[in-house]
């Protein structure tokens, strides 16, 4: 069933189940709603993943007579 029948059929729906309690006129909703071709599809928008999470780890390097500090950027995973 397209949209534009049901559309057009959908006055004639209310009219028929007018009288129904709402529990049963959500099933023949769903009823209806399953014959579309959209029905169950899930949409999700698709984007760039976010950039993965940089820490700044501070490094020693041993020269001769002194202790020297070098920063670097070193990818750590997230933990769970």
């Given amino acids: 069933m397209s949209l534009p029948t049901l559309k057009e059929e959908l006055p004639q729906f209310h009219a028929n189940n007018a009288q129904m309690l709402p529990k049963q006129a959500k099933t023949e ?3 209806i709603a399953q014959q579309l071709p959209e029905y169950g599809m899930v949409f ?3 984007g760039r ?3 993965p999470m940089m820490r700044t780890l501070r ?3 041993l020269s001769v007579g002194r202790v020297t500090p070098i920063r670097s950027l070193v990818h ?3 933990s769970s």
Avoid: G, Q, W
Wanted: net charge positive; proline share 7%; no cysteine.
């Fill in 59 to 61: 490094r020693t390097s």
């Fill in 49 to 51: 993943e976010k950039k």
């Fill in 44 to 46: 999700h928008r698709v």
């Fill in 76 to 78: 750590v995973p997230r």
């Fill in 29 to 31: 909703y769903l009823k």
